[in-house]
């Protein structure tokens, strides 16, 4: 019985059909991964082993007014350690050669303990060539450490430019979180200036590089031979309105001065020179690894990050007198015939005191010898919210809209404003100090190079600008429009002012001494009181009289009187910037009667 | 009894053709899997050497008289207890298992070699002339010479090589002609074990199935409590292995119940395996040219999970090629096995076969994620001296039983 079934027919079959049904199973297994899901394994695989990796386009650099290269990029070498191939008994030799703090390298290796260990970390940027070729020699002995170029800012045009140019920076955390999508971590992103306004433009498109990774993401080579790759797109070029020339002199002007300068195109509202000082080298930012430089720069009593030309407010002092004078002329309050006395002040509760005695005295000769008796009288027949009203069309308690990221509207007190303050109550005395530009209001000197500009011009200006416009990649020009200012005065009135204004330089006014037979520049003094030591100098001016091109605010910190200090500096930058501009219409010309000349030549031979 | 001379009837080419090509299939995915690996510099050259040795061994022992293998089980037998032993005393650790026994540079697996000791020793056994399988006792015997080395082999712990034994014990036993019930009595526990490590529901389901089982059986009360009794027992004992598992094997079976719970960790080859597989298509990239082998996704992917390489590189053609080799191979030793007169020796070859057919079904179902990751090597094709060689003496054994099928009629 056993016998019969042992190996039998039936059992043989059985084994025989378990081995068919097994491999058979097996073989349907195999069809329904490899021939109906092949697709879904395929893109598995892609994922696992290729990967993507951006590339940094190129940067937009910026050109100055006449296309003069003020920004580019310049390679830099930046060091990098492999942690899988670095030997950490290297750290003290490799800190003192690159003049790191002890712990460094433990420091930053730690920091990317989550990353992969093939991945190169960043050690330094900027490093010298010296010690990339002392690498290379002994790159034996050195496993792990390498170097790659990277592009950082250079600033080839002489000009500093510190609150102009604002520096860039690799992104924050907190930015990344709050920031568009189109940012990653390790991306350098505009922190100040035109390179954080403008970041949008001068990024530029990431391109994408495709590699072969192997399991532990060491890269082995390039995917497709590159055939998907995605070239970076470099980012737009930025023209700016500043002349280079005149911005450099100006700098020089403020070297070891605290202050400020605005100078604008009055017909256009394009900024021709801006300075805030001091200044901070945007060079240093280029390179920094670690926050040294700026904790330094940020706890400098001197504070040169602070951008005084469009943060600071200062009282305006007597360049704010036209704006007085214009609102009683085109008011009606006064005509150019009225006149006020002077006796070396004015009594009005108590006695207001003016730097002389003027006697009987009309608007032009009023603002010609900065006459304060003129108006505190003017000022009280104008009323506070009627002075408030006009500080207002001229640009004052809001902000230019300027190109820069941060700026401060100012203040312009008006009866509601000493209302919440002082109460219904309050002493109409204060009336006296805002006529002379004392007292609440406060200005910036970018409001107040608005001011300048719209005198200058009549009453039309543009809102003050720091681009002109880009050049994308295909080298096409693009202009921005800017918003056109008019403040809707008479013609008459301006004429008026203006002719004070001229007086104060050419007649017996209070800068005579920066007056010049070339150019003819009107202009206005003012000395801003403050608590803080000795007195901040204004000067507003425009020039040439007749035709104004420029017009600028200059403010020169704790110095004394405006005459003294601000308006040198204001004649040195006008007269480069006009003299300049001559200069290049007679190159101008010069090409154009060489091209007469070639043209002309080939007649001759006739 | 007559006796061919001729060379077809005592040399079975459709034995060792087969062999070859799965040999040299392993050959070139060895040598694509470890061209770029640093580690594994050299595993071809030695395969190539493993091969030679392995072809002279095949060809000594199909040579050896055929009573020969019948004298030696209870020696074999034995030394392979031995070496079980002894190799949990002073064996070396790889990846979890205490499975190796190092003579200088030169490793070897003692589970191997207890391979042919227990497959002689049972099959003697079984062909004894008295021997009843239907008996209690005789059962119990057949049971308890096939249980001591898988005892010892669940103490490396080597959870594969375990699967082998039982799969090819229960099948020499229903060779010898067990009935269907006594193979109920023996296969449930199994079956109990296997479902109690998927959770207590699938446990009590599969006790479930038994207690229905055991009223269509329609055996006496007490003793078909006492089958539910050890069915339960052995569950509950599963899962104190289960727990008494290193735990790298522990998470390769939780692995297999759900890849993706840790697809990182443990599920990690097991994806990277069928990513390699399904990828390759219909044609497969090409030989040296699949990413998930040549970039190294798989570790150590030359010895139990070659047939990815030939999944990625060569594709279904090459995946369905390596099949219908193995199930020519099988259906080739079950044709001797059945056609052998001498019931030891039909006992021994359904025994290789059960072993090669285990080894095939775990490792290409656990490479294409039907089955646990057990490690177990794809005879002839995976890279390893060990696993080739004592592959190679079993294939001459069956050779030899080929050769000698006639002579005791």
């Avoid at chain 1, 951006?54 to 492999?82: C, E, M, S, W």
């Avoid at chain 1, 403008?198 to 590159?226: A, C, H, P, T, W």
């Amino acid at each position: 019985m056993i016998n019969e079934r042992f190996a039998s027919l039936q059992r043989k079959t059985i084994l025989s059909v378990a081995i068919l049904i097994s491999a058979i199973a097996l073989g349907a297994r195999l069809f329904q991964m490899q021939i109906l899901n092949q697709d879904l394994y395929e893109s598995k695989s892609v994922n696992n082993s290729i990967k993507q990796i951006d590339q940094n386009p190129l940067r937009g650099v910026f050109y100055d007014r006449n296309h003069k290269l003020l920004v580019n990029n310049v390679p830099a070498y930046t060091l990098r350690i492999t942690p899988t191939e670095y030997d950490t008994s290297l750290n003290h030799m490799l800190e003192t050669v690159l003049k790191l703090k002890t712990g460094f390298i433990n420091d930053i290796l730690f920091q990317n303990r989550n990353y992969s260990k093939y991945q190169p970390i960043k050690i330094k940027r900027g490093v010298d060539f010296s010690i990339i070729a002392w690498i290379e020699e002994n790159s034996q002995n050195l496993p792990g450490i390498d170097y790659i170029i990277e592009m950082h800012r250079g600033y080839p045009g002489g000009v500093n430019g510190s609150h102009i140019f604002g520096y860039t920076r690799e992104i924050t955390k907190r930015q990344l979180e709050k920031g568009s999508e189109s940012y990653k971590a390790g991306d350098f992103i505009g922190y100040s200036g035109i390179e954080k306004n403008y970041d949008m433009q001068l990024r530029g498109q990431k391109g994408k590089k495709f590699i072969l990774v192997d399991s532990k993401q060491k890269e082995i080579g390039s995917y497709n031979d590159g055939s998907d790759d995605q070239l970076p797109v470099k980012g737009n070029d930025i023209i700016l309105t500043i002349d280079a020339k005149t911005q450099k002199i100006a700098e020089e002007e403020f070297k070891n001065k605290r202050g400020a300068v605005v100078a604008v195109d009055p017909k256009t509202g394009e900024i021709l020179t801006f300075v805030s000082s001091p200044q901070y080298d945007l060079d240093q930012f280029s390179y920094i690894t670690s926050r040294d430089f700026l904790d330094s720069l940020y706890n400098d009593p001197e504070k040169p990050l602070f951008n005084r030309a469009t943060m600071s407010i200062q009282s305006p002092g007597s360049t704010y007198k036209m704006l007085v004078a214009i609102a009683g002329l085109d008011l009606g309050v006064i005509t150019t015939s009225t006149t006020f006395n002077c006796n070396g002040g004015y009594t009005f509760g108590r006695f207001f005191k003016c730097h002389g005695v003027h006697g009987r005295i009309n608007v032009v000769e009023a603002i010609e010898k900065s006459c304060n008796s003129f108006f505190y009288q003017l000022i009280l027949k104008i009323g506070l919210d009627r002075w408030a009203e006009y500080s207002k069309r001229f640009g004052f308690n809001s902000k230019t809209n300027i190109d820069l990221d941060e700026e401060s509207s100012g203040l312009i007190p008006d009866s509601k404003y000493y209302e919440k303050v002082y109460g219904s109550n309050w002493p109409r005395s204060i009336l006296l100090s805002l006529s002379i530009g004392q007292g609440e209001v406060s200005v910036s000197p970018v409001q107040l190079a608005q001011y300048t500009a719209l005198i200058a011009n009549n009453g039309k200006t543009y809102s003050p600008h720091l681009v002109r416009g880009y050049v994308d990649n295909t080298g096409k020009e693009f202009d921005l429009k800017s918003k056109q200012l008019t403040v809707g005065i008479d013609q008459k009135v301006f004429d008026i002012v203006k002719k004070g204004m001229y007086l104060v330089v050419n007649g017996s006014g209070t800068a005579t001494s920066i007056r010049s037979d070339d150019i003819v520049i009107a202009g206005k003094t003012g000395t801003a009181q403050n608590p803080h030591g000795k007195d901040h100098a204004w000067f507003v001016a425009f020039a040439p009289f007749d035709n104004p091109q420029i017009a600028l605010a200059v403010i020169v910190e704790n110095v004394g009187f405006g005459s003294t200090y601000a308006a040198p500096i204001a004649k040195k930058i006008i007269e480069t910037y006009l003299n300049s501009k001559v200069e290049k219409s007679l190159d101008q010309q010069k090409t154009i009667t060489q091209l007469e000349n070639t043209v002309s030549e080939p007649q001759r031979e006739n | 009894m007559r006796i061919d001379y001729h060379l077809k009837d005592k040399f079975d080419f459709g034995l060792l053709f087969p062999v070859l090509i799965l040999f040299g299939t392993g050959l070139a995915a060895i040598y694509s899997s470890t061209y770029n690996n640093p580690l594994a510099q050299g595993n071809f050259e030695k395969q190539v050497i493993w091969g030679i040795a392995g072809m002279i061994l095949f060809f000594v022992v199909y040579s050896l008289p055929s009573n020969l293998f019948k004298q030696s089980a209870i020696p074999f037998y034995l030394l392979s207890l031995f070496l079980l032993v002894f190799v949990l005393l002073i064996g070396k650790t790889v990846s979890g298992s205490k499975s190796w026994i190092n003579f200088g540079s030169l490793g070897f697996q003692p589970s191997e070699f207890a391979k042919i000791g227990t497959i002689l020793m049972l099959a003697k056994f079984l062909s004894r002339n008295n021997t009843d399988i239907e008996s209690f006792k005789d059962l119990l015997l057949a049971l308890g010479i096939g249980i001591m080395p898988v005892a010892l082999i669940l103490l490396e712990p080597d959870l594969g090589t375990v699967f082998v034994f039982l799969t090819m014990i229960i099948t020499l036993i229903f060779w010898k002609g067990i009935s269907v019930f006594a193979m109920f009595v023996v296969l449930s526990p199994i079956f109990v074990a296997i479902s109690s490590l998927f959770g207590t529901f699938y446990f009590i389901a599969s006790l479930v199935i038994v207690v229905a089982l055991l009223f269509v059986f329609r055996q006496d009360f007490f003793f078909s409590g006492s089958i539910f009794a050890l069915n339960l027992a052995c569950g509950f004992f599963t899962d104190y292995v289960f727990r008494a598992l290193s735990p790298h094997q522990q998470n390769r079976i939780q692995a297999f119940i759900d890849p993706m719970s840790d697809p990182l960790g443990s599920g990690y080859n097991t994806i990277q395996a069928q990513v390699a597989i399904g990828s390759g298509g219909f044609l497969g990239k090409g030989f040296m040219a699949g990413h998930q082998t040549q970039l190294q996704f798989i570790p150590e992917q030359w010895t139990d999970f070659i047939y990815c390489v030939v999944g990625e590189e060569f594709g279904f053609i090459g995946t369905i090629i390596i099949l219908i080799l193995f199930t020519y191979l099988f259906l080739r030793i079950l044709k001797i096995s059945s056609s052998s007169k001498d019931e030891f020796l039909s006992l021994v070859s359904v025994g290789v076969l059960t072993v090669f057919f285990t080894h095939f079904i775990i490792n290409i179902g656990m490479v294409v994620g039907v089955m646990p990751v057990v490690g177990l090597p794809l005879p002839f094709v995976s890279y390893g001296g060990s696993s080739l060689l004592v592959s190679m003496v079993m294939l001459g054994i069956v050779a030899n039983i080929f050769r000698t099928r006639k002579n005791y009629a």
